[in-house]
């Protein structure tokens, strides 16, 4: 492959921090990094040069006011497929025949890790919560899944069987009822065997044929056909995030995701071989970011060396590569907290430590969508098998935002029921702040209560006007 034009931070310089922002936020979903080819095709769709928001939300107002029309119209125009209505949904059928048709060691692979995922969605399920003070009040915390819940999953390089797994299994054990799958219409999407057999092992009954933005504006605002749904989750193109983005209040997201991302944060004890590998494995992802953070300065060159060797065996090198140059970095910081205070700045989806104490480096990390501890763990465990879902914010906003779980599929409500002396306990508190803010109306519901002793007992109905029994007809006299 030759030589490799990775860009190289030491964070002693002046314009570190600046660098480091750059790093950070280049693929944010609002930027305009966009390709040639992308450019080219938005202006052709709608005949005049359009940012990535403007074209989305363009998209997502038309599939709004128009319906099933608009959806079919930019899926012929983005996709290059002409659907029919009655090709938008996915048979049963269709997905019996290829679940049936499935390889059997593929299916026992997917049992196998949709296990590993149920077992540990299953053990972080909220449990409902109860405060009680005897004779005075009690307040519940009570859990209820959503209903109905749309997950989209992205087929433009590949198919992704790992994807269905990472956010269907933790909205099957959270308890939602209705999930819904839109796949691409292509090969490596919804006319892709294995990922109908997927969804067929994954007792999803609703698959529907569309992609990109449009996909999203029909999950949240419903088209003929599809009703709409309460929650969208799952990665996708910029295209995507940005429409996920547009619909939010709409519907509630997982999170706005950009491409994947590491960084590797590694010392003297790190073998380069294995830093190299766990960054080939995001920059593969093309666009990927791949980001080395050492306090060890040898080790870059070493890394440098290894990545030049290693690409010469990958299907994907030219993407690889293209991947580490144009968004990579090797970050080279004055000691260990200068590197974790890189970390925590860069606030990556993923976070390899490959230290010798990885666990004493992790406790310090305050921002990071999922942590990978030692030589023996690599990010790709995550992304398949593990348990935790592979769904995790990128672009810097694991500094306030976290990968997905069953918990994100469920509503919390709270309910309360005081007695006559809870509300005189407390009232005067209330009437206090009430009138504090202006709310007297507020005040007095409170005060009626705590200075009477309640409504007087309503009088029983006289026989006369009591309902006789159903079908028996009015009461007699």
């Known amino acids: 492959m030759g030589s490799l034009k990775i860009r190289r931070i030491d964070l002693t310089a002046n314009n570190a921090s600046t660098q480091l922002a750059k790093l950070r936020d280049q693929f944010r979903p609002e930027s305009e990094v966009v390709s040639a080819q992308a450019k080219k095709l938005t202006q052709a769709v709608f005949g005049q040069h359009l940012t990535p928001v403007q074209a989305v939300e363009r998209i997502c107002n038309d599939v709004r006011s128009k319906g099933l029309p608009a959806v079919f119209q930019y899926t012929e125009s983005f996709d290059k497929v002409k659907l029919k209505p009655d090709a938008f949904r996915v048979k049963k059928e269709e997905m019996a025949a290829a679940h049936a048709a499935a390889a059997p060691e593929f299916l026992e692979v997917v049992r196998r890790i949709r296990y590993n995922i149920d077992s540990f969605q299953h053990g972080l399920l909220h449990q409902d919560a109860e405060l009680r003070v005897s004779g005075q009040h009690e307040v519940t915390l009570r859990y209820r899944p959503l209903n109905r819940v749309g997950v989209y999953c992205p087929g433009g390089a590949a198919a992704y069987p790992s994807t269905l797994l990472m956010t ?6 959270a308890g939602v009822n209705q999930i ?9 999407g919804a006319y892709n065997k294995d990922m109908l057999a997927v969804c067929y092992e994954l007792e999803v009954d609703e698959v529907y044929r569309v992609g990109g933005a449009q996909a999203v504006a029909a999950m949240a605002y419903g088209v003929d056909g599809m009703k709409p749904v309460e929650m969208i989750v799952g990665p996708g193109s910029q295209f995507v995030a940005l429409a996920k983005k547009h619909v939010f209040g709409q519907v509630a997201i997982d999170c706005i995701a950009g491409p994947s991302e590491i960084v590797v944060a590694a ?3 790190a073998h380069p071989h294995y830093v190299a590998l766990d960054l080939l494995a995001q920059a593969e992802h093309s666009p990927g970011v791949p980001i080395l953070v050492t306090w060890y300065e040898p080790l870059l ?3 440098e060396a290894a990545l030049v060797k290693r690409m010469a065996k990958l299907s994907r090198a030219d993407l690889a590569k293209d991947s580490l140059e144009r968004y990579g970095a090797f970050v ?17 989806e993923h976070l390899h430590i ?9 406790e310090s990390v305050q921002s990071a969508g999922a942590i990978f501890l030692g030589p023996f763990t690599p990010v790709a465990l995550g ?3 593990a ?3 592979h769904v995790l914010p990128t672009g810097g906003t694991a500094r306030f935002s976290s990968g997905l779980t069953a918990n994100d599929f469920r509503k919390r409500t709270s309910i309360l029921r005081f007695t006559r002396n809870g509300l005189k306990d407390i009232a005067e508190d209330v009437i206090y702040i009430a009138k504090k803010e202006g709310l007297t109306a507020h005040a007095a519901s409170v005060e009626q209560r705590a200075n009477d002793n309640g409504p007087a007992a309503r009088p029983k109905p006289k026989p006369d006007k009591v309902l006789a029994a159903a079908g028996a007809g009015p009461a007699k006299k």
Request: charged share 25%; with cysteine.
């Open 180 to 188: 819904i799958v839109c796949l691409p219409p292509k090969d490596t």
């Open 383 to 385: 992304d398949y098998a």
């Open 267 to 269: 010392d003297d004890s």
């Open 332 to 348: 080279l910081a004055p000691d260990k907290q200068g590197a974790i205070d890189c970390v925590n700045t860069l606030a990556p």
């Open 168 to 173: 269907v299994c933790p909205a099957k054990a």
């Open 354 to 362: 490959q230290t010798r104490d990885p666990d004493g480096f992790a």
């Open 301 to 303: 060159d070493e890394v």
């Open 387 to 389: 348990g935790p879902s």
